[in-house]
């Protein structure tokens, strides 16, 4: 099947769309340094691991079959996740964090919704190929609850470690409630 960009873009469902504008904002928002409430950090990972879980649970064919792949996806991706420190600064009476700039969560959160789409519109285009395309996929989730269950616990550790500071004045330069 030969199709255009634009019939692909027209069969995607509108929340791959939504989900897409999404994980695009949080990746440029963390692009500068910035200071967020301390449950506002699970919000991604939490959309990720669910998407990886969800990735498991909605795959045809026996559970035997795709478990295995499921699980070693998620073994290298938490691996990957468990790798390198993160430096915070945090604010513990206020549940305040200060995270650094990066462009990493952008290609990150690019990356992994990147193959998840490619992997789908490719099993769509190519009947043929689509088990072996799905196999893919189920490594994909797999690898992405791996790596933000892994960055979770990073992050738990790097926050226990960070120094206390007070950020309400730096919240209060961005002009930022703390509510």
């Known amino acids: 099947m030969n199709a255009s960009v634009n019939e692909i873009l027209a069969r ?9 504008a999404y994980l695009l904002w949080i ?14 950090v699970w919000i991604t990972p939490l959309i990720f691991v ?19 792949h499921w699980a ?3 073994v290298i991706g938490g691996a990957l996740g468990l790798l390198g420190g993160m430096t915070l600064t945090v604010d513990r009476p206020r549940q305040l964090v ?16 990147g193959a998840h789409y490619a992997l789908q519109v490719a099993a769509a285009l190519h009947p043929d190929e ?24 990073r992050f738990l550790q790097s926050y226990r470690k960070a120094p206390q500071a007070d950020l309400a004045p730096v919240v209060s330069l961005k002009g930022t409630s703390l509510r």
């Open 12 to 20: 995607t469902p509108p929340w791959v769309f939504v989900l897409f």
């Open 27 to 40: 990746g440029v928002t963390r692009l500068r340094p910035s200071v967020q409430m301390l449950g506002k």
């Open 50 to 68: 669910c998407w990886g879980l969800a990735g498991l649970s909605k795959r045809h064919g026996e559970f035997g079959y795709v478990l295995p």
């Open 72 to 74: 070693m996806g998620a």
């Open 98 to 113: 200060l995270l650094r700039g990066s462009i990493m969560p952008l290609v990150r959160l690019m990356l992994i919704f």
């Open 130 to 153: 689509r088990t072996t395309l799905l196999i893919w996929d189920i490594y994909v989730s797999g690898a992405s609850t791996g790596y933000f269950i892994g960055w979770s616990a």
